[in-house]
Structure formats: C-alpha cells, structure tokens
C-alpha cells in the first residue's frame, strides 16, 4: 500500500512566479491536511480538506494561498506570486474517515525555495 | 489554542544510553497524543500514539505514557541507538484534526 505521495519533491520558483504543490493520499484515506515548515522550526497546520470541501483553512495565509482537493484526482496547494518568505518545507498528511481518522501519515515534503 | 512544550536540543547522548524527552501541552478537551520522528531530508514518521489518559503508546522501544494530571506525554527509550539520530515531535491532536507540533527535539546518538 503506498503512502502519502507528494510531488514535486524540490521546487524553485523566482519572487512573483506561482507553485503548485500536490498530494495524492494513501489509498482509502478521504482527509487531506497540509503543513509548512520554516528551517528549524516545527510543522505549523495550514489547511483541512476533505474531498472537494474545505473543512478548516485557520491556518492558511488570507493572501495568495489556496487549497482545494477535487473529487478526482491529488490534493493541490497553490501559492501565487511567491515571495522569499514562503521558501519551507510543504508536508502533507492523510487519514482516513471515522475512528482511525485520529492518526495522520505524512507524505516525504516539497521543498520549495523562492530566488 | 493548543499548544506544545518541547524541551530543546540538540541532545547528545553515547549508544545504549537512557533517553527521556519531556513533553507537557495545554489543549481543550482530552485530545489524542502523538510523537513523530523526522530523520534528515525525510517527512515524519509516526513512532507511536495514546488515546485517552494512562494509555502507554509503543514502539521501537520507544514509550510514552499519557498523563491527564501533568498534561504530559514524555518519550523515553532505555537504550539508544546511533539509527535513533533524528528530530522528535510531539503532538497533540485537538478537536478540530489538526495536530499541534512543538518546535521538536534533535537527538544526536555517538558511538
């Protein structure tokens, strides 16, 4: 059973250009959670999606962030007009519903690094 | 909100040494707990969890028991391994899903 597919793995994007980070979950799983890590610092909760709603986004940026996870197909983070301080590390996670929804599997990260 | 207390690294420690990592949180409710483990380039790893209080989660050799009265959830192993080099983090896991992570704990295990 794979786990938590995220690509890419690295991404570099100039100030101003827009990424687009993606997430196919492990198989079953129906909840998509994304996380950003600044260097030396712990995962801070971004988003909360179930398949094509957002559940929770009080983690999200107002400005130039946005999620969504469509009935078919990976969950998407999409970051417009980047700026040098959105250069983290981008970890999604999954669960599955009902009870076992308690553990979250995280996906390897995309490094994204803003010139 | 939630939140998470960590002590902080790096800890150094020789092989076969006992390791303990603290662990306190304040979150609303019971909420479940977890630690992850994060070795270099890598996402995290779930080591082990507990659901309700007194439970004792498991791993690796790895254990942590959860404690509703000192709303603390340490990590311990009694003998470490240089493969046990990594960053530990401590989660709780609130009523909206979201787990809260601290700023986590580098181990550093020398032969």
């Known amino acids: 059973n794979a786990g938590v597919m995220q690509n890419p793995r690295h991404l570099v994007r100039r100030r101003g250009q827009e990424a687009r980070l993606r997430c196919s979950p492990m198989?079953?799983?129906?909840?998509v959670y994304w996380y950003r890590q600044l260097p030396e610092e712990g995962l801070k909760f971004m988003v909360y999606?179930?398949?094509?709603?957002?559940?929770?986004e009080s983690g999200m940026p107002k400005e130039r962030f946005s999620a969504e996870f469509p009935k078919e197909g990976p969950s998407i983070l999409r970051i417009q007009q980047v700026v040098r301080g959105d250069s983290a590390a981008y970890f999604c996670?999954?669960?599955?519903?009902?009870?076992?929804?308690?553990?979250?599997?995280f996906g390897p990260g995309t490094r994204l690094t803003v010139l | 909100g939630d939140s998470v207390t960590q002590m902080e690294g790096p800890v150094t420690l020789s092989e076969e040494a006992f390791l303990t990592i603290n662990c306190t949180y304040t979150a609303t409710g019971y909420p479940s707990l977890f630690w992850y483990v994060q070795y270099p380039g890598e996402g995290l790893q779930l080591l082990l969890k507990?659901?309700?209080?007194?439970d004792k989660g498991s791993n690796k050799g790895f254990e942590a028991t959860y404690r509703k009265e000192t709303t603390s959830f340490h990590l311990e192993k009694g003998s470490v391994q240089v493969s046990d080099s990594a960053v530990y983090f401590c989660a709780p896991r609130g009523a909206g899903n979201m787990l809260t992570f601290g700023g986590g704990t580098r181990l550093m295990v020398k032969p």
């Open positions: 999606l179930q398949k094509e709603n957002i559940i929770d």
């Open positions: 507990a659901t309700k209080a007194d």
């Open positions: 198989k079953g799983h129906s909840h």
């Open positions: 996670a999954s669960s599955p519903s009902g009870v076992a929804a308690d553990t979250q599997y």
